[in-house]
């Protein structure tokens, strides 16, 4: 069964820190991996990750694959309290490649 | 709308009684899909549905759970015979066929409570 393990479950910074997300993965295939932020709703998606090395980016938030380590890892640098959310990484792994397989997802508490 | 929609947004019921949430997708996406979202665990998947192709029900936990996707696009959940460990936020999401390398949207869920 796919496993796909997110750490730490949560942590509380201060405006301006830098956070490190990481998530771990164990599937039989790999296609993609998949960063998602989650507030009070609906998860709304931030990378999709399928080569290794490659950094996706996007302002203050950035993210890296490493699939040699079966490993990815958020960075979220100047944070502000809006980025208080949980974040929830996701595998695809063919032939179900639609069933996503989450993470418990860490919480990230941002105080001013 | 632009995204994906859902409701209702709160579902209050006693146990034993049927409820049925709806989600409605982004427009042109082919591929919907049911997942639930319990207290501090990750998203758990229910069903897929791929345009006419029949649907991945594997991750219904049981024969009380059935979903049906009408004409290729809205789609409802129903539960019958609700019980306390259904409490949950049932969350659809929707994108184009898998395998394209586009994610998956998702609506803002139902969030279910038995009483």
């Known amino acids: 069964e796919d496993k796909v393990v997110q750490s730490p479950l949560s942590l509380v910074v201060h405006e301006g820190d830098t956070v490190t997300l990481n998530c771990s993965y164990e599937v039989t295939n790999f296609r993609s991996l998949l960063w998602y932020k989650q507030e009070k709703k609906a998860p709304t998606f931030l990378f999709m990750l399928t080569s290794s090395g490659i950094e996706k980016k996007s302002g203050r938030l950035s993210s890296i694959l490493d699939k040699k380590e079966l490993s990815s890892i958020l960075n979220i640098t100047a944070t502000q309290t809006g980025d208080s959310a949980i974040y929830l990484c996701?595998?695809?792994?063919?032939?179900?490649?639609?069933?996503?397989?989450f993470g418990a997802g860490t919480t990230v508490t941002v105080r001013a | 709308g632009a995204g994906v929609s859902q409701s209702p947004s709160n579902k209050v019921t006693e146990k034993g009684k049927d409820v049925e949430l709806r989600c409605d997708p982004i427009s042109g996406h082919t591929a919907l899909y049911w997942y639930r979202q319990s207290l501090g665990q990750g998203l758990e998947f229910l069903i897929y549905?791929?345009?006419?192709?029949?649907?991945?029900k594997s991750g219904l936990p049981s024969d009380r759970f059935s979903a049906e996707r009408t004409g290729g696009s809205v789609s409802t959940l129903t539960i019958q015979r609700t019980q306390q460990e259904d409490s949950a936020v049932y969350l659809c999401a929707s994108s184009l066929a898998p395998g394209q390398g586009k994610p998956q949207h998702f609506g803002d869920g139902t969030r279910l409570s038995i009483l």
């Open positions: 996701a595998v695809e792994a063919p032939p179900n490649d639609y069933k996503l397989s």
């Open positions: 549905f791929q345009g006419n192709s029949a649907p991945d």
